[in-house]
């Protein structure tokens, strides 16, 4: 093919002003190209098996492969190969209508722009030629290098292999009527939580087969061959079929070669143009085929085999991502575009029925551009118990709001893996019923219920966040020490949720079972080091770790993350029946200010505890009573929402959407913290009580967890820890004098 330069081009569309090259029109362009295949008025092309339908499909697959690699050859950074290897399925989808598109490859994210832009919806963020999309590729308040929240169309975050799959089937589980693709590589496919969450999910929800995973099979990885790469097509389609997949519809390009390219995985864009328009024809018919399948309540995969960077600059692992010398100025760019270069014409054509596919721009009709309808929960009934009373278990006073909930909201899901009833929650159960094929009364199993139990926190993390990204409500449960194998993609949809364009409600989680209750399980069982991690996501401005001190302070916590939009709500408190120390109004003051003060007796000196959980308040108040014979004063502060007692200028909340900005002013937090001495106090990571130390100008120390062991209480593991009066106590007379 020649390639021209502009200059060279008429009637320039100008929506292609940053194209470098043009090509010739293709044979047939005046047969084929004449008229868009979608119609005026139409959202898809009218039948797979037309010609004009396949010849656009394959013009689609050309400019989304021209439109990746100029992009990112523009920043001389960013990732062509894996996208463009699956160009044709992409296209099909889009010419069959279908745009409510997700991945699972980050890396896919300069095609997922390309195919944005094309269809209009990118112009919601000012771009409206290919220069503009050139200059805002991986810019800030651009274009960024994986996939995000923030970007028009785009339904999902995608950076972190093994997360697309949760956010697709969330989609499809709140909109059964429509379609939800996601495309995951070969070299993710060996992350274990693919396959084995779409398995458990299929399970609980035999009927929501609507999100179809598009396996792109192109024999690489990032950086080498794919560890799938040797097995043969039959193997393929036996792998998936064994993981429960009804319908496997599997396209090898190898099948269409007439070039005699060597091994397996051949490059489509290398064939004759017959044969090229052959194998789009089988992509079309195949991906409309199995978007039927799954349409119609059959579990289905579509596969495409074709070689990694198929008709960009490099092909296998050398495709995947750009080095410093891979510039629009270098030869093998030049001629990567050159040899993708289409008409002017043609890019009138694709961008036609990219915008009319559909419905419109993803922009202004995928289903996250718009909120999901919650149902009112009105005023919860909270239960206040008397302040010194019966001891009570927290958990099981919020859980029986979390089945008031979900007795309100259908689409409300409480997941867990570890069981909510070794948690104190058997009340959830019992209320909503365990997602079961097989009825038992005994255990709480329903196949219509509302609590999801795999067995895999990434599983009930990405079910979770992902149904609160797409505008449900929901809550995670977990053991506090297990719970760290579902962060990544509960953090990777805070982070969204500080970006998005619209409302959704906030990601909560409620960890039970912490350190100081598994004595007797051991260190396995003993893992409060997770609360760094969020400690650490404090900073991001949108994440709110919550730490109620009793049964009632869990009831009114819950009640405000549920009315708090876009951020991650982290509820930590014991299975243990505790003793009732706070207020409903006290809590409500300390999600405001970050903090409550419990006891204070004055004293020549004063010391102050700032106390972060529930347990650690036993041998705190122990030392506190042990201070006062001596004469000391003693002042407890519960801490129960530490991101309130940073400065303002500690996080990130003014760039996150729904910013919440408050922060305990200075004269706030002399009131509560200021004395002789201050002693943080902690069960978990001292990094959590971080902003109090900042801010603290007095004589001051930590005690906080170091490691687990075996004990038989408690308290004895409080020791191991040095969490005791005699300790506490010692140090506040040392800090005094």
């Excluded at 099909?92 to 890396?107: F, P, R, S, W």
């Excluded at 598994?518 to 400690?535: D, K, L, M």
């Excluded at 943080?680 to 930590?702: H, Y």
């Amino acid at each position: 093919m020649t390639a021209t330069t502009p200059k060279a081009s008429s009637a320039l569309p100008n929506f292609c002003e940053g194209i470098q090259y043009f090509g010739e029109a293709l044979p047939g362009f005046e047969t084929y190209g004449a008229n868009p295949a979608i119609e005026s008025g139409k959202v898809a092309i009218a039948d797979p098996n037309d010609p004009v339908a396949v010849y656009q499909t394959l013009l689609a697959a050309d400019a989304l492969r021209y439109l990746t690699l100029q992009i990112t050859g523009s920043k001389a950074s960013g990732h062509p190969g894996g996208f463009a290897s699956q160009a044709e399925a992409y296209a099909a989808l889009v010419m069959l209508g279908y745009k409510n598109i997700i991945t699972e490859v980050g890396h896919h994210a300069p095609g997922f722009y390309s195919a944005m832009f094309l269809d209009r919806s990118l112009e919601d963020m000012g771009i409206l030629t290919v220069q503009q999309l050139r200059d805002r590729f991986r810019e800030k308040h651009g274009l960024l290098g994986h996939l995000s929240g923030y970007i028009p169309g785009i339904l999902a975050p995608a950076g972190p292999l093994g997360q697309g799959q949760h956010f697709a089937m969330s989609a499809a589980l709140l909109h059964k009527d429509k379609l939800f693709p996601f495309t995951v590589g070969d070299g993710g496919l060996g992350e274990p939580y693919i396959m084995s969450s779409m398995a458990h999910f299929n399970t609980a929800y035999p009927s929501v087969t609507n999100f179809l995973p598009v396996l792109v099979w192109n024999g690489y990885s990032q950086e080498h061959h794919s560890m799938v790469s040797l097995k043969t097509n039959e193997q393929m389609t036996a792998y998936w079929q064994g993981n429960g997949f009804a319908e496997v519809v599997l396209v090898d390009a190898k099948e269409f070669d007439d070039q005699n390219q060597a091994g397996d995985y051949v490059d489509s864009t290398a064939f004759s143009f017959e044969q090229r328009l052959a194998f789009t024809k089988a992509v079309l018919l195949g991906v409309d085929q199995a978007a039927r399948s799954a349409l119609n309540g059959k579990l289905t995969v579509f596969i495409i085999k074709q070689l990694k960077g198929a008709g960009v600059h490099a092909r296998g692992s050398k495709s995947h991502n750009l080095y410093p010398k891979d510039t629009l100025d270098a030869p093998h760019i030049i001629n990567a575009l050159k040899e993708r270069a289409l008409s002017a014409s043609a890019w009138q054509i694709v961008r036609t029925n990219a915008e009319r596919a559909g419905g419109g721009p993803a922009a202004k009709t995928v289903v996250t551009e718009f909120e999901l309808p919650l149902p009112d929960l009105g005023e919860l009934p909270l239960e206040e118990y008397a302040v010194g009373g019966e001891p009570k278990v927290s958990t099981t006073a919020m859980g029986r709001l979390v089945g008031i909930v979900g007795k309100k909201d259908p689409n409300f899901l409480v997941t867990n893996a570890d069981g909510n009833e070794a948690s104190g929650i058997a009340n959830i159960n019992q209320a909503l019923k365990i997602i079961h094929p097989t009825t038992d009364d005994l255990y709480n199993q329903a196949p219509t219920g509302q609590v999801y139990e795999p067995l895999s926190e990434d599983a009930c993390a990405g079910l979770a966040a992902g149904l609160s990204l797409m505008g449900a409500r929901t809550l995670w449960c977990s053991y506090e020490s297990f719970a760290i194998n579902g962060l990544p993609i509960w953090q990777t949809v805070t982070q969204a949720m500080a970006e998005l364009r619209r409302q959704t409600p906030s990601t909560i989680t409620l960890f039970t079972a912490g350190a100081l209750e598994q004595g007797r399980n051991g260190w396995t069982h003993q893992r409060p080091e997770i609360e760094a991690y969020f400690a650490s996501l404090m900073r991001t401005g949108n994440v709110f770790p919550l730490f109620p001190p009793d049964a009632n302070s869990i009831q009114a916590c819950y009640d405000w993350a549920l009315q708090t939009k876009n951020k991650g709500i982290v509820i930590t408190a014991s299975k243990s029946p505790l003793p009732i120390r706070t207020t409903l109004e006290q809590t409500r003051q300390g999600l405001r200010d970050g903090a409550v003060v419990l006891h204070e007796v004055p004293g020549d000196k004063q010391v102050v505890f700032a106390v972060i959980g529930d347990m650690t308040l036993m041998p705190v108040f122990e030392a506190a009573a042990f201070l006062e014979t001596e004469g000391i004063g003693a002042k407890i502060v519960s801490v129960i929402n530490p991101r309130r007692l940073y400065r303002s200028n500690d996080t990130a909340w003014d760039t996150c959407s729904e910013p919440d900005g408050g922060f305990l002013d200075d004269a706030k937090f002399a009131e509560l913290f200021d004395g002789d001495a201050l002693i943080g106090v902690t069960g978990g990571a001292p990094a959590m009580l971080e902003p109090i130390m900042l801010r603290s100008n007095s004589k001051r120390d930590t005690f906080a967890w170091k490691r687990g062991e075996t004990t038989a209480s408690a308290g004895e593991l409080m020791a191991f820890n040095g969490l005791t009066a005699e300790a506490l106590t010692k140090r506040a007379i040392e800090l005094v004098h």
